[in-house]
């Protein structure tokens, strides 16, 4: 009866260690499961197997006399060596925290952008995961990867339905709802990919809300309209950047606004008045930015800018008068043989394209924007964009109509590299920082002196909706608003949406996968071990 008894305790030992072992590995690893009830279950399991060897000392020591149980235990410590191996590595591992990321695009690593503002912080930042518990495995592995890039980096996880009282004093309405926490200001995002966490962290970091104004009055691109030609797509990307975009008629308003962080000049076909470029030089004077887009004047009658390019002059940027052709086939990785957009993959040394390497971007019929020798009016501009060897700038504007253009040094062409963009920069003159706005924090005491900066690009159609999707051109367009801006920080290649690599299978199809994968490859392998198995016998 007694010996009855043992086995029972024995077996209930084992079961409840089992039991532990499965509670640490498939419940999630806040909850109360691990915490407290699977270490209970593994005292009670292992305290139960040792009453049982305790009770049937005999049988136990008469199990290890014979030869089955020494090359049993042989078996055992060498399993116990390789383990003991496993975890030795697994420990200098987690000490070296090194890691590889092999996926074909790199989405288990974070962007070039993210990686910078998580090394820059300079307070710690929490991000607060409100969420159901079968959930947070999922986000958790995200979170950690933003650890594993800053110490400063701290994360929690809330289970909504096991704590309504924490759930409703941080009005939680939906789930996922993660609140990011950093020097007293909260952002809420609704996601925890790359994206949705790095744009929120940015908006809690930077504190402020920057305006940027986008021209109007001249034809100039339009950031309401969603159609091709129109700036709605890289509006929302701007918006994503803690930016607000808003509309400015210089004519009628005289003066750029105080709290504008940089007004875009998006391909005018028309030239400024007067007192609108004595708007802008006065702006740009007390430590204002401009983007200046200024696409070629391809037709005979069309009106020039010479008041917009002598403002460029005067900032040491020569806006060409040509259009620049792209020889060099890069076009036919877009899906197009044409000439006149040239593709850009190798870039001058700048802060704007620091961190793109050979990021592509693409501009629809530009022009040169180069720096002008020796400067101009104490400026001296740097080029940021430039073509391939196989490019030059088109001085015979009036051939394009015939289709047929070719390299003609007599006739005014240059030679590639040819500079699509270049930029320029000064001390303000005459600083006014603009008044904080209504709830929103003035500038910090180690913010950048105020500098006035010109950015030039010989292309407004680049960062059109049609356009933007070439790769790098949206990330091309916001590093220059963030340069602008005296945003360095924010500078790099951002994160995209993941993509979408799921296989679509017919029934047929996944009918065959079936048959081949779980009937006919296994009946093989198993008729050969029967087959085999009959031979020998």
């Given amino acids: 009866m007694a010996n009855k008894i043992f086995g029972v305790v024995g077996w209930i030992g084992t079961a409840l260690v089992l039991a532990a072992v499965a509670a640490r590995l498939f419940t999630p690893p806040w909850g109360w499961w691990s915490d407290h009830y699977a270490t209970y279950l593994a005292w009670a399991g292992l305290g139960s197997v040792l009453v049982y060897m305790a009770g049937q000392w005999r049988d136990v020591a008469n199990f290890y006399k014979g030869r089955g149980a020494r090359y049993g235990t042989m078996s055992v410590v060498s399993i116990v060596v390789f383990l003991g191996i496993l975890i030795a590595a697994n420990y200098l591992a987690t000490r070296q925290s090194k890691r590889w990321d092999f996926t074909a695009n790199q989405v288990y690593s974070l962007s070039d952008q993210t990686i910078k503002i998580l090394s820059e912080l300079k307070e710690p930042v929490k991000f607060v995961v409100f969420e159901r518990a079968d959930r947070v495995p999922m986000h958790k592995s995200r979170l950690e990867n933003f650890a594993y890039h800053s110490s400063k980096v701290a994360t929690e996880f809330v289970d909504a339905d096991r704590d309504p009282l924490r759930a409703d004093a941080a009005k939680i309405e939906s789930l996922p709802t993660i609140l990011i926490d950093y020097q007293g200001r909260t952002e809420r995002v609704s996601s925890s990919d790359e994206l949705a966490l790095v744009n929120g962290l940015i908006k809690v970091t930077t504190g402020q809300v920057r305006k940027v104004y986008f021209t109007q009055g001249h034809g100039e691109k339009d950031t309401a309209v969603s159609e091709r030609a129109g700036y ?34 998006a391909g005018p076909s028309t030239d400024f008045f007067q007192p609108e470029m004595a708007a802008l030089n006065a702006y740009v004077a007390r430590g204002g930015k401009v983007l200046v887009l200024l696409d070629p004047v391809t037709k005979p009658d069309a009106p020039g800018q010479p008041l917009l390019t002598q403002f460029l002059t005067d900032w040491g940027i020569r806006a060409g008068n040509d259009l620049v052709i792209d020889a060099s086939g890069l076009g036919q990785v877009l899906g197009t043989n044409d000439a006149s957009l040239p593709v850009v993959v190798d870039y001058p040394a700048h802060a704007i394209t620091a961190g793109f390497g050979r990021v592509m971007t693409g ?57 699509l963009g270049s930029v320029s920069s000064a001390p303000a003159t005459e600083v006014a920082p603009p008044p904080a706005a209504n709830g929103t924090p003035a500038a910090p005491d180690d913010a950048p002196k105020p500098e006035s900066r010109v950015a030039a690009i010989g292309d407004s159609d680049f960062a059109s909706n049609f356009a933007i999707g070439i790769p790098g051109n949206s ?39 079936f048959w081949l994968s779980i009937v006919i490859i296994p009946g093989i392998v198993f008729a050969s071990g029967i087959y085999t198995w009959w031979r020998r016998r």
Avoid: C
């Fill in 475 to 513: 990330d091309l367009f916001v590093n220059v608003i963030n340069w602008l801006g005296q945003r360095e920080d924010l500078i790099g290649i951002r994160a995209r949406e993941p993509e979408d690599r799921r296989l679509t299978l017919t029934a047929d199809q996944s009918q065959r996968i």
């Fill in 363 to 419: 501009y629809p019929m530009a022009r040169s924007m180069s720096p002008i020798e020796g400067g101009s009016n104490s400026h001296t501009a740097q080029p940021f964009i430039s073509t391939s060897a196989q490019s030059w700038a088109e001085a015979d504007l009036a051939s394009l109509s015939t289709g047929q253009v070719a390299l003609n040094a007599d006739k005014g062409d240059k030679q590639g590299p040819v500079m």
């Fill in 232 to 265: 709605s797509t890289v509006a929302q990307a701007l918006t994503r950047e803690n930016f607000t975009v808003e509309a400015l008629v210089l004519i009628t308003q005289k003066t750029v606004p105080a709290d504008a962080a940089v007004v875009v000049i």
